[in-house]
């Protein structure tokens, strides 16, 4: 996923207040609707049992640029490519198949959905309303920054318990171990299984499969 720096430009906001922002694609402009309202959209749309990854294909590129059509024209022959690379640039999800650039995520846009609610507001004043129309990578900077500083906050403390490691057992610290874990379960990502990550992924191939011939069929239209 693209990290904003501090001199990057090419940023603006649509009807709603939400974020827009100018991508480099092989050395052409493409703006991407990068919301982090947005992504949880992108996010749902792959998760979604119902449609099939062919209705996912039409209805990604007119979710994701503010120039749908332009933005085909401007992969040409290789659209697909355009889409892999965007997505995962504005998103950081990765639907090219490639297992080794995923990773099991630390928290649960639903499940924490309070937790991240309540620590923006109490860390930055910032509400969700505000939060999400936010580019993406901007919000996931904030919350990771959570992490780096000594406040508590609900977000850093369910983060904190679940990546805590469980000391090996000794003489004397039975108390500690029992501790930890009781924290990891009281926190748990109960609503993930174990391959959460690698299903929702495989969802993404399969729409990007449909999104690519779609796009390709377009570009030639």
């Known amino acids: 996923m693209r990290r904003l720096s501090l001199s990057q430009q090419g940023h ?47 209805l990604l590129p007119r979710m994701m640029f503010a120039d749908p059509q332009g933005a085909i024209e401007v992969g040409g022959d290789d659209a697909g490519q355009l889409l892999i690379d965007l997505v995962w640039d504005a998103y950081g999800l990765d639907i090219s198949g490639d297992q080794s650039r995923v990773e099991e995520s630390v928290f649960d846009w639903e499940q924490d959905a309070d937790r991240i609610r309540a620590s923006l507001l109490s860390a930055y004043s910032m509400t969700w309303e505000q939060a999400a129309c936010l580019p993406y990578s901007e919000l996931i900077g904030l919350l990771a920054s959570l992490m780096e500083t000594g406040v508590s906050t609900p977000f850093r403390e369910a983060v904190s318990a679940r990546v805590a490691k469980v000391p090996k057992i000794t003489k004397y610290n039975k108390e500690e171990r029992d501790a930890i874990k009781a924290r990891k379960e009281h926190f748990a990502l109960k609503s993930r299984k174990p391959d959460a990550v690698k299903a929702a992924n495989d969802a993404a191939s399969d729409t990007f499969a449909a999104a690519k011939a779609r796009a390709k069929a377009a570009s030639h239209g």
Not at 40 to 52: H, N, Q, T
């Open 12 to 58: 603006r906001t649509d009807e709603a207040g939400n974020a827009v922002s100018a991508y480099e694609w092989r050395g052409c402009e493409v703006w991407v609707r990068d919301s982090a309202r947005t992504a949880l959209l992108v996010f749902e749309l792959f998760a979604d049992e119902e449609l099939e990854p062919e209705e996912k294909a039409f």
